[in-house]
């Protein structure tokens, strides 16, 4: 006799368990991979921004432009002329190397803040906002100094669609309530660079115009600065 040749409910059973074991331990890996990508992404837009920047400096007699107020232009508008990748209607908006893929909300233009900090004195750890740009032969070292690192997202950090928005002016880092190890959320002196935006730390970009990981707990004031007097 033929007898009919389909599937038990246990053997269903079992292969729905094979699937959902084998999707458990995959989607965390595809996750790992995905996030892997933006991380690599991130630092090739950075190393892009630093090209940009070294070419504007040795346009600009070594200069290079530090945090944007009503009184100067901020640096992505400063780059936009020396990048590979030209922006339309000379809309920043448009560059593509601006945004860390990373960054959780979409609308958010500015993905990097900007070094802004200027000290008086060697033992000085507090320092004050500078807007105005610096040449860079007054870094002692470059290497080791950071100009742009990934932007923190939160409530307390301002969102900018257009260039012209409130809170370009908190796109910069001169205050130790900046750093990534803060924990202040305050609008002016919070956090402002990203606690964990690739693993736990973020992306930067150096004086000497490389790129690196940094962990979060890594980064303190002395790489802020541009004089190590």
């Known amino acids: 006799m033929n007898r009919n040749q389909a599937f038990t409910l246990i053997e269903l059973l079992v292969v729905i368990s094979i699937i959902a074991l084998l999707m458990a331990i995959l989607i965390p890996v595809l996750h790992k991979a995905r996030e892997q990508g933006k991380d690599a992404i991130c630092r090739s837009d950075l190393r892009q921004i630093g090209i940009g920047a070294n070419l504007y400096a040795e346009d600009h007699d070594l200069m ?15 780059f936009m002329p020396f990048l590979a990748q030209r922006p339309i209607d000379n809309d920043y908006r448009t560059v593509k190397i601006y945004r860390c893929p990373s960054y959780p909300d979409k609308e958010q233009t500015i993905c990097y803040v900007v070094n802004g ?31 742009l690192v990934d932007n923190e997202n939160g409530p307390w950090r301002p969102i900018i669609r257009h260039a012209n928005d409130d809170g370009i002016d908190r796109c910069d880092v001169w205050h130790p309530g900046h750093l990534p190890t803060s924990d202040t959320q305050d609008t002016t002196y919070g956090r402002r660079v990203a606690r964990a935006r690739h693993k736990n730390g973020c992306n930067t970009l150096y004086l000497d115009w490389h790129v690196e990981w940094m962990a979060a707990d890594a980064i303190t004031a002395d790489q802020w600065r541009f004089q190590k007097k």
């Open 117 to 147: 900090w200027d000290f008086k004195y060697r033992n000085d750890y507090t320092g004050v906002e500078i807007t105005k740009g610096t040449r860079l032969t007054k870094c002692a070292r470059p290497m080791e100094t950071l100009y």
């Open 64 to 78: 290079i432009p530090r945090a944007a107020s009503g009184e100067s232009t901020a640096w992505y508008m400063t």
